[in-house]
């Protein structure tokens, strides 16, 4: 169904298109996300979407190099275009998107990075900013929910290959990649009975992984079970599992295969091609989403480049469900607008 944006909304979400690559030529100027706009979080008036790099690999347990994925991602996702061929959605027609730069990591102390980002976004929740990351490790993604679900727990999609409901590590280590769900789900930041995996597979350290996960209520749906009933009966359910509350979208390059991407930390065998990666992200249109990431594209594993490709091209099709979201929810705020 078509938004209906208003003649000053319009107006508003036009200083925000990227550049053209009609004007322009995509392999030239400073790579940002999409070509988007460059704002200061704190000079962002007007922006309702903000893509973000996370450069954060120190919770990675074991290859290293998700670091370097938004510098990466950025540079692949300048060949994305206006339109979704297959949704229709016009994404920088619908909400006013920019590029908010990086997260001012420590690479050598998670704990301390981690306050950093919640604060990050913390800010722009308060600013009203509905933010798409781009990691980093998946430790990212917990200081994200932290700031994005405090006082309403949210509901998750969670694409991976791992659930990343692994409790301590490494001698004791809570905050680690493998962590962030366990972590996310502790601290009330999601609510675990609207929360859903899927892609998972691989071997385990232990089955309390999984276990934990299920304890909890969240839908572990294993790359096996997807393959057995198919991606339309699995995203049936997915979306029945998180239902109309806000949602978080959370997307683990290596629940690809590793043919498809094979530049990331901890690649397992037996995942999806491309092609149902980009059916599955389009299928969850229509949900209350509050916030997305990509993680764990690690570019000095991938000198082909192909596993950047994969993440910038990802990032579109979220940013794609993210702009149909805050359209979605500006017609609704303007038509009642005391809800
Ligand atoms: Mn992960
Ligand atoms: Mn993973």
Redesign the pocket.
């Known amino acids: 169904m078509p938004h209906r944006v208003s003649e000053s909304d319009a107006a508003r979400i036009g200083a925000f298109r990227p550049a053209s690559g009609m004007e322009t030529p995509r392999f030239s100027g400073l790579p940002s996300f999409m070509r988007l706009p460059v704002r200061d979080p704190g000079a962002a008036a007007g922006v309702e979407i903000g893509l973000v790099g996370i450069p954060f690999d120190g919770a990675t347990t074991n290859r290293p190099g998700a670091r370097l994925g938004p510098r990466f991602v950025r540079e692949a996702s300048t060949g994305t275009r206006m339109v979704n061929h297959a949704s229709g959605i016009a994404p920088y027609a619908l909400a006013a998107c920019a590029d908010l730069g990086d997260v001012p990591v420590n690479p050598v102390e998670a704990a301390e990075t981690c306050r950093r980002i919640e604060a990050f976004f913390a800010g722009l929740r308060g600013a009203g900013i509905v933010p798409l990351a781009v990691g980093g490790d998946?430790l990212v993604t917990y200081p994200v929910l932290r700031a994005l679900g405090a006082g309403r727990p949210l509901g998750l999609v969670h694409i991976?290959?791992?659930s990343d409901t692994d409790d301590a590590q490494y001698g004791g280590t809570r905050l680690t990649h493998g962590t962030p769900f366990r972590r996310a789900v502790e601290d009330g930041v999601l609510d675990p009975r609207r929360c859903v995996q899927i892609g998972i597979r691989g071997s385990m350290d232990a089955a309390d992984e999984r276990d934990w996960a299920c304890a909890q209520g969240i839908r572990v749906i294993t790359m096996e079970e997807a393959v057995a009933r198919g991606l339309p009966e699995i995203v049936a359910e997915a979306r029945t599992v998180v239902g109309a509350g806000p949602t978080y979208l959370s997307f683990?390059i290596?629940a690809l295969d590793p043919a498809y991407a094979p530049g990331t930390g901890?690649p397992e065998i037996g995942g999806l091609t491309s092609r149902e990666a980009l059916y599955l992200v389009r299928a969850l249109r229509g949900l209350d989403l509050v916030g997305a990431d990509l993680v764990?594209v690690a570019p000095p594993l991938d000198p082909s480049g192909l596993t950047a490709l994969a993440g910038g091209q990802i990032a579109f099709e979220i940013l794609c469900l993210l702009a149909d979201a805050v359209a979605t929810r500006r017609a609704a705020a303007q038509a009642s607008p005391q809800a």
């Open positions: 998946h991976d290959a791992h683990d290596d901890t764990e």
